[in-house]
Every structure is written in C-alpha cells, then in structure tokens.
C-alpha cells in the first residue's frame, strides 16, 4: 500500500471517531450518555410488611468522570440495608464501551399501602472540552411498591427468605461426669432478615435441671443475596439432682418468602444425665413396655469347692471396696457425732484446705443425700452451684464456707 493511500485509510478510521470525541469532552451533555435507573427485583406475590424487597441501582455512563457521589432520598417508610460497597465496571452497550455503576440495596416496608421511593441523585464531575471539570447531576424516576399487611396469628412475625437452625452440645449432654455441666448453643442464620427481626431468645426449661442463660449473639453478614444474621442462644444445663433432668422442647414460627408459607421450627427434648443408665432412658428393656428376651435354658451344675471358694473371694473383695469411704453405721452413729472421724466431711475440709472446689462439691452431694443434716448440706450444695455457674462472686473463703 503506498503512503498516500495509507493516509487515507488511517483518515477512514479516525474521522468517525472525532464526533464522540469532541461531544465527550464538550460542556453539553447530550441525551444518552448518562442515564440513572432503579429497579425492584421481580417477585411471584406482593410483599409483606417487613419482608425484604431487593433494590439495583443502576448507572450508565458513556463520559469520562472525574467524581461523583451518589445521594439517595429519605426512604420514608422503610427500614433498609446497603449490600455492600458500590461496584465500577465496563461494559459494551451497542458495541461501544460505558462505564456501569451498581449499588444493591435491602429495604423493608413498615407499613402496609402504596409506599413510593423517591429519586437517587448522582452528583458527577465531568470534563468539558478545554480540560477544565463542572459539575453535572443526574436523577432516577421516582418507583411505587406495593405492600400487603402482615398476617394475622404469629406472636412473632419472622419473614426469611431462608433459614437454618443447628442445635450444639459442648459434650455428650447424656454422658457427663457427676457435677459437670454441659454447653447448649442454638444456631440461627436467616438470610434476608436483619438483627432486629430475630425472635427474642425464649427461655428454656427443665422440671429437675438447672439451667442458666447466658446473654445471646446476633451478627450480620452482608450478602449480594440480602442481610445474613446469624445469632446464637446459649445455656449452661447440669441436672439438679444425682441423675438426670430432661430439657424441655422448644419452638418458634418463621413466614418463608421465597415459598409463601408459614412454618415451625420445633426442636426436641433432650435428656441431660451423667454417664449411669437410669430408668426411664430407653436403655433398660422394661422402658419399652417389653419383657426382656429370656435365654436359653441350660442345664444346671452346682460348683465345686474350688469355684464356691473363688466366688466367696470375690464377694469379699467387692464387700471391702463397695464399703471404702463410707461411714459405719450404729445406734448412735458416732462418725455423725464426731466429725473428724466421717470420711465425707474429712473429704470436704481437705478439698477446701487445697483450694479444689469440684472435690468440695462431690463431698457436699454425698453428704445431702441421707443422714442427719442432709436438708442443710442441700442448702449450702445450693449456695455453692450459685457461685459456681452464675456471673455471682464466689462463695467468700473456702475453708470458711467448709467449716
């Protein structure tokens, strides 16, 4: 190709270009090259009060810009919830490159009617034709969202678009050793619903434990998808006598957005025992209401000396460690009258000389279970579970509160 023909082929390719530049770079904005929208996610049913209605606002801009500031307007009527920073990015439009704006947004309508969303404002800074900036804003149209009352019927009204609900042990709650107690956290994560929205923790109960709360969590995550709470309920449960308790169940109800129907969270009862099977557990076969299957008959040998010698060896043998720190009973009992000489009360001013509440505590349940004083030991066991599983100070001096 010859260099005069080259000139005009690179002529051919830049005049079209000079008259989007020159209108770029002018002070006139021109129909079309800035434009600012706002759009409602689509949805299958009107929405209720405080259900979450998703929001885009959308930029396209064929202008260089130097700043800009996006205002929105007061929102009256709604509670709402930015998703996250605003996002830049380039598309092509017709073939040709824009810059895009985008911010999401959450709003939930307080009120029932027709609510209206007045216009966003972006403030931009341009550049005219001799380089030097002015200012120029450009507006959204104002939208209308119908809203329907919330239904009747919910203590609590809870709208999600999903949920999920876990129920966590610290330990096995059915196998504890005796005195401990066990963590119970419940998990909620809702997403589409704020902090706010949650229902209030409900307290839990137990005809023989006892349980104590502790103060619940709520955090918010902030999704493309909506507002992701998630809050924990927490207890700390041990049985209130020397075997188990059972922890009463719990509910709550929640409206599902995305299915349009009302639904219960039903979390069962759970048994809270230390590591001993006792009735009532399922584990015996007369809790089943059955007998237990009998074995096979086998015809009967009676022992010889050796083995009848063996068994008494044994039997001595348990006799001797079922009796070790128990006190000897009589008429009068004199380790109840001489306490230096009841090995539970020994157990307890040693336990509190070094300090080990916990072997104070198994001294004090042994001592509440029988015998005289037994109402008074449950009393001070009493007083001391209060300072050991509550926010209260610790039951004053140890050796003191043995004494």
């Known amino acids: 190709m010859s260099a005069a023909g080259l000139c005009v082929w690179m002529l051919a390719m830049v005049v079209p270009m000079i008259p989007d530049i020159a209108v770029g770079q002018t002070r006139e904005v021109h129909p079309g090259e800035l434009s600012l929208e706002v759009s409602v996610e689509e949805r299958s049913a009107t929405p209720y009060t405080r259900e979450m209605v998703l929001l885009t606002i959308r930029g396209t801009y064929r202008r260089y810009i130097t700043r800009e500031k996006l205002l929105q307007p007061e929102l009256e009527g709604f509670n709402w919830s930015?998703?996250?920073?605003?996002?830049?990015?380039?598309?092509?439009?017709?073939?040709?490159?824009?810059?895009?704006?985008?911010?999401?947004m959450a709003v939930y309508p307080e009120r029932?009617?027709?609510?209206?969303?007045?216009?966003?404002?972006?403030?931009?800074?341009?550049?005219?034709?001799?380089?030097?900036?002015?200012?120029?804003?450009?507006?959204?149209?104002?939208?209308?969202?119908?809203?329907?009352?919330?239904?009747?019927?919910?203590?609590?009204?809870?709208?999600?678009?999903?949920?999920?609900?876990?129920?966590?042990?610290?330990?096995?709650?059915?196998?504890?050793?005796?005195?401990?107690?066990?963590?119970?956290?419940?998990?909620?994560?809702?997403?589409?619903?704020?902090?706010?929205?949650?229902?209030?923790?409900?307290?839990?109960?137990?005809?023989?434990?006892?349980?104590?709360?502790?103060?619940?969590?709520?955090?918010?995550?902030?999704?493309?998808?909506?507002?992701?709470?998630?809050?924990?309920?927490?207890?700390?449960?041990?049985?209130?006598?020397?075997?188990?308790?059972?922890?009463?169940?719990?509910?709550?109800?929640?409206?599902?957005?995305?299915?349009r129907q009302s639904r219960t969270v039903e979390i069962n009862a759970q048994r809270v025992a230390y590591g001993a099977r006792v009735p009532g557990s399922g584990d015996d076969p007369a809790d089943t209401g059955q007998a237990a299957p009998r074995p096979d008959p086998a015809e009967a040998v009676l022992p010889g000396v050796p083995a009848l010698g063996a068994?008494?060896?044994?039997?001595?043998?348990?006799?001797?460690?079922?009796?070790?720190?128990?006190?000897?009973?009589?008429?009068?009992?004199?380790?109840?009258?001489?306490?230096?000489?009841?090995?539970?009360?020994?157990?307890?001013?040693?336990?509190?000389?070094?300090?080990?509440?916990?072997?104070?505590?198994?001294?004090l349940v042994a001592l509440s279970r029988s015998g005289p004083g037994a109402d008074r030991y449950r009393a001070r066991l009493a007083e001391l579970d209060r300072a050991i599983y509550s926010d209260a100070a610790p039951a004053g001096d140890l050796a003191r509160f043995a004494r």
């Not at 380089?131 to 203590?155: K, M």
């Not at 050793?177 to 307290?203: N, S, Y």
């Not at 070790?324 to 157990?347: E, N, T």
């Open 112 to 259: 029932p009617g027709t609510l209206t969303i007045g216009a966003f404002r972006h403030q931009l800074t341009l550049t005219d034709e001799g380089d030097d900036w002015f200012a120029h804003e450009i507006a959204s149209e104002p939208i209308t969202i119908e809203v329907d009352p919330a239904p009747e019927g919910s203590d609590w009204w809870f709208p999600v678009r999903q949920l999920q609900v876990s129920d966590q042990w610290s330990n096995a709650p059915d196998q504890l050793t005796p005195g401990e107690g066990v963590l119970r956290v419940i998990r909620i994560e809702a997403l589409g619903a704020t902090p706010e929205m949650i229902p209030p923790m409900p307290e839990l109960t137990s005809p023989t434990g006892m349980i104590f709360a502790h103060p619940e969590k709520r955090l918010i995550q902030l999704t493309p998808e909506g507002p992701k709470t998630i809050a924990f309920w927490r207890w700390t449960i041990r049985p209130g006598n020397d075997v188990s308790a059972v922890v009463e169940p719990l509910s709550f109800d929640y409206f599902d957005t995305t299915t």
């Open 82 to 104: 930015q998703l996250g920073p605003d996002t830049w990015r380039e598309e092509r439009v017709e073939g040709r490159a824009v810059k895009v704006f985008i911010r999401r």
């Open 311 to 363: 068994a008494l060896a044994v039997f001595a043998a348990a006799l001797m460690l079922g009796l070790r720190g128990r006190a000897w009973s009589g008429l009068p009992r004199l380790s109840d009258r001489v306490p230096a000489l009841h090995p539970q009360r020994r157990a307890l001013r040693r336990a509190a000389r070094a300090g080990r509440v916990g072997e104070m505590r198994r001294a």
